[in-house]
């Protein structure tokens, strides 16, 4: 490991070959091709009239277009070449890392940590972008009570789709951008343990994204994200991308967990102790330990269900001897763990910004370390508490009751962590901070109506209806965008050298904080009125809570369109903000903006933890 | 930015952006398929009467003329129904498709307003050329229907209206009988039943012959589609 | 902040506790008998009571944090346009965490106490004979029958005052039969049978809607039910055993 950087001298890269050109065009140009060929071979020799005959010519195609994406885009350039003997030259490595190649390199296969972190950025917002196109759809639908705007079978389509691009887009929220970009710097290092795995993870995600939204073009699924069996198995071919786009995306968040978790283990520089790390480190890497025990079982029970479809195998069909709850309990063992790892790289980000603009320490950071893990390790045995109403183990109830009002005490932690960092801080009132009041008021409201679930009585009425969706959005839009949103504002200026627009980050917010109120609140109230999820028109009884729903609804659009704008024209309008503007002492903010392509001239050796403020941090 | 500029660009971004979202809305809803609607012909002051059928294939017209994208789906002939408030329906549904056994023999009992009734089924001879005499059946073989008409209201939402009835399978083999559209058939088990609708409110209808497919229940492809084997009842 | 300053400022946030914590009971008191379905059952009445309970021991808690906001932003925000100085580096508080990890603890402990309780003192019946009602779900209706008779119903009647053990399953895919107003739901599956049971004890409508998503009109698989007299009841079952003799 070198502690200073080689200033090799090396010719800049001339034309190069065919793998100096490949981008995001080549990438899709693969997919398209090696798609029409996974088409054209199964057509060819499969036997057109067998049942499952859709579902393998649909899955052949999904699996062409992830394999040629990759081969477009150069992922397997690096292995490629290490297989016939020719491995990547230093030379080799800078030009991957996007030496010398201005804006192309966000176009690009760039294994810079910082560049993956700003094309997760764009990624976020796409995803974000498009589930919110849909949510904007759902909720028009609702609007009044009788089908006016789509079918039932277009509405039902959008409902899953939303519901797994705005899981995806939250999964990468923070851990996309910042564990990327802002962790590896954190540490001291250059950049991450494995970079080629880095942009591996991001342009699978890509590939993953891609397979998801052609999942609108084919009809679509009517059933939930959850896609339980046995309706899966009814589903048209949306089904088949929809489970490949999974076991795709699969792919990318293992990579990045085992890119995460080395990183921090093995690239600490000198003198950074695990107790000296910054809390987002940790929060980073128990997400991504998390995620990794959590996302090969939804990776499993995708391909089972690919399985039943394409060769009649019974995992879960109940008629040929398999049984639903097999996939519920297979998804749910994914599905609660899941949304912990969305939650604890926003709250570690919060725990960061608090400690920043209150100019405190971190309050009690091995409480926060310990509350994290705790949560993470009780979030494991928790998943039946989704499945207490679907009759399969009546006598588990109880226990499973308990593991999941345990999990209040690590998360009641939290609150305690923050604001013991805020109180008696002087507190800068910039628009991360925010963003992370408005969290706090939301998390509570999202947090008690996660217990009311909890309790097996009150699940047998509120399980199915509004009151579990609106429960889920204070959690998913309400704490942990908010948390996003946080982390955007505060580290913007590192990424951009400019603030995020203040007058119109605060516009933003009072749209979005007034938005989610009046949204999920009215919510709530359907739900408690006995409107089940997922319908596509509803009784009168259920109309004027509806109607408030959808105006918060577009209260938050509007909130979340003048985020879009003030992103982008902060990004070369904005008020310029120095290299470390809110005067914090971790190392991102200690070297320039923007940070030189191997972060650091010489690594620093650190001597104490980055929370002593009103001291400058001392470097050997 | 100072203030005024910070404003507008905020207001700016939610015209634009609420102006795209908003074309994009109306793109996704003219994109959405619907039938246009059948209306029950008024035939005495309280009274009117409605026809539809049941085909073995898309290919009757009302998905174009090859079909649509599912030319072998079994259809109705339309899937959105409008008929007045406080009326009697005179329902007569031609049933041209085979048939088989339903897995609810619930299904095979005539029900009309939520209560189990008769209805009037005239048969064609085997060979299509006659047709029998019109009998009066409280249900049919459960293990002979075609389809089944299941109309169903959302309580809160208007008078409750039930009606289930039982559409056997066409005994006549002489499949290129009848031509409609660009589909050849035998001729058709004609079916008639009565009920009264209350006040105004959108029911739905559908089929509860699971024919469609998948391996679990049968209700995939034709049946979970919109337009095909199920619709909607708007009473106005 | 003066000594002086720093108890006045906290007698404002206890204060300011007390009020955002009545207020919250006084919703808790309101909010679910307004909101939710009629209660016609045992079972209905002990969920809206958990209900009550669960949000007025959540009051404190959500006011103690409100409280501790509005706190902040009244007393700790940094005026002025410089980069505030250092604050105090408390970094550890081991009775505030140690308070504050058993208080939870504790709550919590109530909570599930009462939830278990709930569960083992409530299993929907009142002694009586159970009436048995076999329920089949398909895409998209609900039919309900009683064994022992002829009779099939796209309704439910149900006589009051008895319990009625439903026999639940599914001939297709998965679906959630729930009775709104009795506060008890399971799923229908299908090759299985789930069983739940509950007692009417007021007369009247109730709906009864499908939870569990099921594909094009899920929301369509809502069917009403009625609870009568047990002489109506009798009366009912003979009626459409005649009507159904066919």
């Known amino acids: 490991m070198t502690t200073t950087l080689e200033h090799a001298t090396h010719a800049p890269s001339k034309g190069g070959g065919l793998a100096r050109r490949q981008n995001f065009l080549t990438a899709m140009i693969g997919g398209v091709v090696f798609a029409w060929l996974g088409w054209f071979l199964s057509h060819h020799f499969l036997d057109s009239t067998s049942r499952n005959y859709n579902d393998l010519v649909t899955t052949s195609l999904a699996i062409g277009w992830i394999f040629g994406f990759w081969l477009g885009i150069g992922a397997l350039n690096g292995p490629g070449r290490w297989l016939i003997g020719a491995d990547h030259t230093r030379a080799d490595d800078l030009y991957y890392a996007g030496e010398n190649q201005g804006r192309a390199r966000y176009w690009k296969y760039c294994t810079d940590h910082k ?113 339980l069996e046995p309706i899966a198995d009814q589903a048209g071919v949306g089904m088949d991308l929809f489970a490949m786009s999974i076991i795709v995306f699969t792919v990318s968040t293992t990579v990045a967990g085992i890119n995460t978790i080395c990183t921090v283990m093995t690239m600490r520089t000198k003198g950074m102790t695990l107790a000296r790390l910054p809390i987002f480190v940790w929060a980073s890497m128990i997400a991504a330990a998390l995620g990794l025990y959590a996302f090969p079982f939804f990776s499993l029970v995708e391909s089972q269900t690919l399985m039943d479809r394409t060769f009649s195998t019974s995992f879960f069909v109940s008629s040929a001897g398999g049984t639903g709850w097999l996939q519920a309990n297979l998804f749910w063992l994914m599905g609660h763990p899941e949304v912990y790892v969305i939650l604890l790289p926003a709250v570690g980000a919060l725990f960061e910004i608090s400690s920043v603009m209150a100019r405190k320490p971190v309050f009690s950071y091995r409480t926060a370390i310990a509350g994290m893990t705790g949560l993470a390790s009780l979030s494991i045995l928790v998943w039946a508490h989704h499945m207490f109403t679907t009759g399969w183990a009546s006598t588990l109830g109880g226990p499973f009751m308990l593991t999941t009002e345990l999990i209040s005490i690590p998360t009641g932690l939290f609150f305690l962590v923050i604001i013991g ?182 690594l620093p050796v650190i001597t104490e933890d980055p929370y002593n403020y009103g001291e400058e941090m001392v470097q050997a | 930015m100072e203030r005024s500029k910070a404003f507008g660009t905020a207001l700016a971004s939610i015209l634009l952006g609420g102006g795209a979202l908003a074309l994009a809305g109306f793109a996704l809803a003219s994109a959405a398929p619907h039938q246009a609607a059948l209306h029950c012909q008024e035939t005495s002051p309280g009274n009117c009467t409605i026809t539809i059928s049941s085909y073995p294939d898309a290919l009757a017209g009302e998905h174009g003329t090859t079909g649509g994208a599912h030319p072998d789906w079994v259809s109705y002939s339309n899937d959105n129904l409008v008929v007045p408030a406080n009326t009697t329906v005179h329902m007569t549904i031609d049933q041209y498709d085979s048939g088989g056994a339903l897995n609810n023999s619930f299904f095979s009992k005539v029900w009309l307003n939520g209560a189990p009734s008769t209805a009037t089924y005239q048969f064609p001879s085997t060979n299509g050329s006659t047709y029998g005499k019109v009998q009066t059946l409280s249900g049919w073989d459960t293990n002979d229907i075609g389809h089944t008409f299941t109309l169903r209201g959302v309580p809160g939402n208007g008078t409750p209206i039930f009606v289930s009835v039982p559409l056997p399978a066409d005994p006549s083999t002489n499949g290129s009988a009848v031509t409609i559209g660009s589909g050849q058939y035998a001729k058709p088990v004609i079916v008639n039943f009565t009920f009264k609708t209350g006040s105004k409110g959108v029911y739905e209808w559908n089929c509860e012959f699971p024919c469609g497919g998948s391996r679990e229940g049968q209700f995939g492809y034709a049946m979970s589609s919109y337009g095909y084997m199920s619709g909607t009842l708007s009473v106005e | 902040m003066t000594d002086n300053k720093k108890k006045g400022s906290l007698q404002g946030m206890f204060w300011t506790w007390v009020v955002l914590t009545a207020i919250s009971i006084a919703i808790s008191l309101w909010a679910p008998g307004r909101f939710m379905p009629r209660s016609m059952s045992g079972s209905m009445h002990l969920t809206i009571l958990t209900i009550v309970i669960f949000s007025v021991a959540a009051s404190p808690v959500a006011a103690g944090v409100y409280a501790a906001m509005v706190h902040l932003l009244r007393h700790n925000i940094h005026r002025g346009n410089d980069v505030p100085e250092a604050a105090e580096p408390v970094r550890e508080n081991a009775v505030l965490t140690t308070s504050w990890v058993l208080a939870s603890t504790l709550l919590t402990v109530f909570l599930l106490v009462w939830g278990l309780g709930a569960l083992s003192v409530d299993d929907g019946s009142n002694g009586s004979n159970p009436l048995v009602v076999n329920v089949t779900g398909q895409q998209w209706l609900w039919t309900f029958s009683y064994p022992g008779t002829n009779v099939t119903s796209p309704t439910l009647v149900l006589p009051e005052g008895r319990t009625v053990d439903f026999r639940i399953t599914s001939e297709d895919i998965t679906h959630g039969f729930w009775v709104a107003n009795m506060g008890v739901q399971v799923d229908a599956n299908a090759g299985t049978v789930t069983e739940i049971h509950t007692t009417p004890n007021k007369l009247g409508g109730f709906d009864i809607r499908c939870t569990q998503f099921c594909g094009l009109n899920h929301a369509f698989m809502v069917t009403t039910g009625n609870v009568v007299t047990p002489a109506q009841f009798s009366k009912w079952l003979a009626t459409q055993s005649q009507l159904q003799k066919a």
Request: aromatic share 14%; hydrophobic share 55%; proline share 5%.
């Open chain 1, 421 to 602: 960092t805020l109180w008696r801080g002087n507190i800068w009132m910039k628009l991360p901070t925010v963003w992370l009041f408005g969290f706090i008021f939301n998390f509570i409201i999202a947090g008690i109506t996660g217990i009311y679930l909890s309790d097996i009585p009150i699940d047998n009425q509120l399980h199915g209806t509004m009151f579990v969706t609106a429960h889920f959005h204070y959690v998913f839009v309400g704490s942990v965008l908010f948390g996003a949103i946080a982390a955007l504002a505060f580290w913007y200026p590192k990424v951009t050298g400019r603030y995020l627009d203040e007058t119109m980050g605060r516009i933003s917010f009072w749209l979005a904080f007034i938005g989610v109120q009046v949204t999920f609140l009215a919510m709530f109230i359907s739900g408690l009125k006995g409107m089940p999820r997922r319908y596509s028109s509803y009784s009168m009884l259920f109309e004027h809570s509806n109607f408030v729903t959808t105006i918060g609804a577009y209260m938050i659009m509007a909130g979340m369109l003048v985020l879009l704008g003030a992103v982008v024209r902060s990004w070369s309008h904005g008020e310029p903000s120095g290299p470390n503007p809110w005067h914090a002492n971790s190392l991102e903010w200690l070297v320039p903006t923007p940070p030189p392509l191997e972060n650091f001239d010489v």
């Open chain 1, 115 to 227: 560049v993956v972190g700003i094309q997760y950025i764009v990624m976020t917002a796409v995803l974000l972008g498009a589930g919110g196109i849909l949510a904007m759809a759902i909720r028009t639908e609702l609007i009044v009570p009788g089908n006016h705007f789509v079918n039932q079978q277009v509405y039902n389509g959008f409902v899953a789709v939303h519901g797994m691009l705005m899981i995806l887009a939250l999964i990468v929220a923070v851990a996309g951008p910042w564990a990327n970009f802002v962790v590896p710097i954190m540490c001291g290092a250059r950049d991450m343990a494995f970079p080629r795995l880095n942009a591996l993870s991001l342009w699978t995600l890509v590939g993953a994204a891609g397979l998801l939204l052609s999942v609108l073009t084919v009809g679509s699924l009517t059933m939930g994200w959850v896609v």
